[in-house]
T-cell receptor, first 110, second 112 residues
Framework: GQNIDQPTEMTATEGAIVQINCTYQTSGFNGLFWYQQHAGEAPTFLSYNVLDGLEEKGRFSSFLSRSKGYSYLLLKELQMKDSASYLCAVLNTGGFKTIFGAGTRLFVKA | DAEITQSPRHKITETGRQVTLACHQTWNHNNMFWYRQDLGHGLRLIHYSYGVQDTNKGEVSDGYSVSRSNTEDLPLTLESAASSQTSVYFC???????????FGQGTRLTVV
């Protein structure tokens, strides 16, 4: 079976750091994506990890451990505009289907 | 600029009617996908296509069909709309290989 788990909601304070975790069990693995989705809008790409380790891109970093089936998205220097849902998604082998988790809604408070 | 557009953005239809949602992309991407998004379920894959004349079923394909007659378009048809198909529908496209998907703005469909 396929399963992608992430927390439903998180709250953090402006200027702080927040880590959003994702664990996955899938029939094949060809990489992991993080997408950001503001309410009422389309998801937009944040990061892609295919090898173990940390990928840094500005205020956002994404980590992957394939042996543990685990990833996290790290957001630094939080801003109010970071309030959104963050979707963890796994790219399957045997084709290029992307399977999404239910998403984590992040609320950034002043 | 290249883009992916969905139409209509909002649609209300009656149970039993056939409905078609349009998706058009100008990136010349071979891969195209249809997802539905419901509270608590995230994005679930309905159908996908890797090129012209190629279509495949996703995890929630019952009651839906797609056709791919050219690279740019992947229309999604609900054969006989049901209230359970009330949802927000997203179309996406990506290049061949492992690449991020670009999403349309979504279609909010209500079946009454």
């Amino acid at each position: 079976g396929q399963n992608i788990d992430q927390p439903t909601e998180m709250t953090a304070t402006e200027g702080a750091i927040v880590q959003i975790n994702c664990t996955y069990q899938t029939s094949g693995f060809n990489g992991l994506f993080w997408y950001q989705q503001h309410a009422g809008e389309a998801p937009t790409f944040l990061s892609y990890n295919v090898l173990d380790g940390l990928e840094e891109k500005g205020r956002f970093s994404s980590f992957l451990s394939r042996s543990k089936g685990y990833s996290y998205l790290l957001l630094k220097e939080l801003q109010m505009k970071d309030s959104a849902s963050y979707l963890c998604a796994v790219l399957n082998t045997g084709g290029f289907k992307t399977i999404f988790g239910a998403g984590t809604r992040l609320f950034v408070k002043a | 600029d290249a883009e992916i557009t969905q139409s209509p953005r909002h649609k209300i239809t009656e149970t039993g009617r056939q409905v078609t949602l349009a998706c058009h992309q100008t990136w010349n991407h071979n891969n195209m996908f249809w997802y539905r998004q419901d509270l608590g379920h995230g994005l679930r894959l309905i159908h996908y296509s890797y090129g012209v004349q190629d279509t495949n079923k996703g995890e929630v394909s019952d009651g839906y069909s797609v056709s791919r007659s050219n690279t740019e378009d992947l229309p999604l048809t609900l054969e006989s709309a049901a209230s359970s198909q009330t949802s927000v529908y997203f179309c996406a496209s990506s290049e061949e290989g492992a690449a991020e998907a670009f999403f349309g703005q979504g279609t909010r469909l209500t079946v009454v």
